[in-house]
């Protein structure tokens, strides 16, 4: 079956230090992979995706994912982070079909002054 | 545009109630579909269409129904509200769905209560 996994379920970082969230896929093939971030009482903003080609991705935000094939990871990275960044992070995965997106379950992310 | 817009906000209703929940969108996607959200499990596909007259199941479509005669609209319907529908749900649209990776835009979720 085809799932997406985010290991954190919380991460703590103090504002001005790097950021990784990990993410990874088990699918048939390698699919269309996407990070999204969701503000509290929001909805779901798109950070970035991976289609194919160069495996570093550029998102908005300063936000950027590697996509790595031997791993089956797609890890969101920020070199340093803001207050405004506190937010849940999702990745997320489609397999190209019409049956939407395999999300993970979120990793909530915490920013200490 | 709007983009992708629901209604109601907030919504509280008592068990075996019905009520339908509101999504529309103009940027002319052919695909529109249905998630919702419950702490700790991510998001979840309900229902989806891939065009006017044409809609499929999720993942956990049980107590819902859906229908799509128009390309702007696709209301969700809770034929008989259960406490475990309490959930925040998301409508979403796209171009393609996921065909070549499209990007799909969500609305700003409606919050639901089933007592």
């Known amino acids: 079956a085809q799932s997406v996994t985010q290991p954190d379920i919380h991460i703590t970082v103090s504002e001005g230090a790097s950021l990784e969230l990990r993410c990874n896929y088990s699918?048939?093939?390698?699919?269309?992979l996407f990070w999204y971030v969701q503000s509290p009482g929001q909805g779901l903003q798109l950070l970035l995706k991976?289609?194919?080609?160069?495996?570093l991705v550029q998102g908005i935000k300063g936000f950027e994912a590697e996509f790595k094939r031997s791993q089956s990871s797609f890890n969101l990275r920020k070199p340093s982070v803001h207050w405004s960044d506190a937010a849940e992070y999702f990745c997320?995965?489609?397999?190209?079909?019409?049956?939407?997106?395999?999300f993970g379950k979120g990793t909530h992310l915490i920013i200490q002054p | 545009n709007a983009g992708v817009t629901q209604t109601p906000k907030f919504q509280v209703l008592k068990t075996g109630q019905s009520m339908t929940l509101q999504c529309a969108q103009d940027m002319n996607h052919e695909y529109m579909s249905w998630y919702r959200q419950d702490p700790g499990m991510g998001l979840r596909l309900i229902h989806y269409?891939?065009?006017?007259?044409?809609?499929d199941q999720g993942e956990v479509p049980n107590g819902y129904n859906v229908s799509r005669s128009t390309t702007e609209d696709f209301p969700l319907r809770l034929l008989s509200a259960a406490p475990s529908q309490t959930s925040v749900y998301f409508c979403?649209?796209?171009?393609?769905?996921?065909?070549?990776?499209?990007?799909?835009?969500f609305g700003p979720g409606t919050r639901l209560t089933v007592l």
């Open positions: 699918y048939g093939a390698t699919p269309y």
């Open positions: 979403a649209s796209s171009f393609s769905g996921g065909a070549g990776g499209d990007t799909q835009y």
């Open positions: 269409s891939v065009g006017a007259g044409i809609t």
């Open positions: 997320a995965a489609s397999g190209g079909g019409a049956d939407g997106l395999t």
């Open positions: 991976y289609f194919s080609g160069d495996t």
